[in-house]
């Protein structure tokens, strides 16, 4: 029974009414040269995408501008997110104004706080005197001045760590989105209830398990594709878009970039298979770098 594939055109409202849509381009590692610029103009012209996911720490945000540039859209009609990096948390607006002339955009659509750890370039240590909660206080005065960025948010955050922001004096604006990674083999059921509980999307990144995926090999992944005969990164992607939680596959290869874009719906009985993937097959986590605590 091969599935019906078609190219993604979902959009997500966030909860400050700003639409999202559900599949970006993921530009993480796209650092060879002309490879941001390649692939991000082919993922908005025969890709048909309309969003990209980028951050200042993956060093191509000139490229990606060049390849939005390239593509000769309408602004309007692309979602552009970039990332604030660790280092920058004093020093918001400068960083913010750096990525959008690397972008060459008079704003982003979303603007996330890349890891809530803030350190001392200098040091390269945490600061004593700055938290993410500091940080989130002047991202929200740049929302507020409703020029730079439409929606703001967060990455790599847990749950206790999205009540403290939550909790704290000052902080009035909720976060539009948590990237976090997220694939069966890591579906963080708690963390999606606490979000959908406060209204904020779940982005997933290494939505296909990141370079070397373990998830290419898995045995049910490739037997549910084998079934609708589509390939297993479009039974991932087409998984995360029907579990209502914006996508953010990365390639460099044309053909990749294209067909990672056309999805279709999962029976019941495969979807839940893949909901309840890690019980049998365990958990995955392939991000996890030393600078931060996910138990905390
Ligand atoms: N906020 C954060 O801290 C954070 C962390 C990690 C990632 N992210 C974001 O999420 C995006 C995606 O995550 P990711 O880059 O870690 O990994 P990913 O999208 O899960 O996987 C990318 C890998 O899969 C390969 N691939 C892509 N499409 C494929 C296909 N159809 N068949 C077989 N292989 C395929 C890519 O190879 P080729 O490129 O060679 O085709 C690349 O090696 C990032 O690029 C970034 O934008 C954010």
Not at 74 to 89: A, G, M
Not at 160 to 171: A, I, P, Q, R, T
Not at 259 to 276: A, H, I, Q, R
Request: net charge negative; hydrophobic share 35%.
């Amino acid at each position: 029974m091969a599935a019906k594939l078609e190219f993604n055109t979902t959009e997500f409202t966030l909860n400050n009414g700003h639409k999202i849509p559900a599949v970006a381009l993921g530009t993480w590692r796209a650092t060879e040269k002309d490879a941001a610029k390649n692939s991000v103009k082919t993922a908005l012209t025969e890709g048909h995408y309309r969003h990209i996911d980028t951050a200042a720490i993956y060093g191509n945000e000139e490229e990606v501008g060049e390849g939005i540039k390239a593509a000769n859209v309408d602004r309007k009609n692309i979602f552009v997110t970039t990332k604030l990096w660790n280092s920058e948390h004093k020093n918001v607006e400068n960083a913010l104004d750096e990525s959008l002339k690397k972008l060459q955009l008079d704003y982003v659509d979303l603007y996330l706080i890349h890891w809530p750890v803030s350190t001392n370039p200098e040091t390269k240590k945490p600061y004593d005197d700055h938290t993410f909660v500091d940080t989130w206080r002047s991202l929200q005065k740049i929302y507020k001045e409703g020029k730079k960025v439409k929606a703001i948010g967060v990455s790599n955050f847990t749950i206790k760590k999205l009540e403290k922001l939550l909790n704290s004096e000052g902080v009035d604006i909720v976060p539009a989105v948590n990237q976090v990674e997220a694939h069966p083999l890591l579906t963080q059921p708690e963390l999606v209830d606490y979000l959908k509980s406060k209204n904020i999307y779940l982005e997933a990144y290494s939505p296909l398990g990141s370079s070397d995926s373990p998830l290419f090999k898995n045995p049910t992944i490739v037997e549910i594709a084998k079934k609708y005969q589509v390939e297993p990164a479009q039974v991932l992607i087409s998984w995360a878009i029907q579990r209502k939680t914006v996508v953010l596959p990365k390639s460099v290869t044309e053909s990749r970039v294209i067909s990672n874009n056309k999805t279709f719906v999962l029976e019941d009985e495969d979807f839940e298979k893949l909901n309840k993937l890690s019980e049998k097959d365990g958990v995955v986590r392939t991000c996890d770098p030393d600078f931060n605590n996910f138990n905390d």
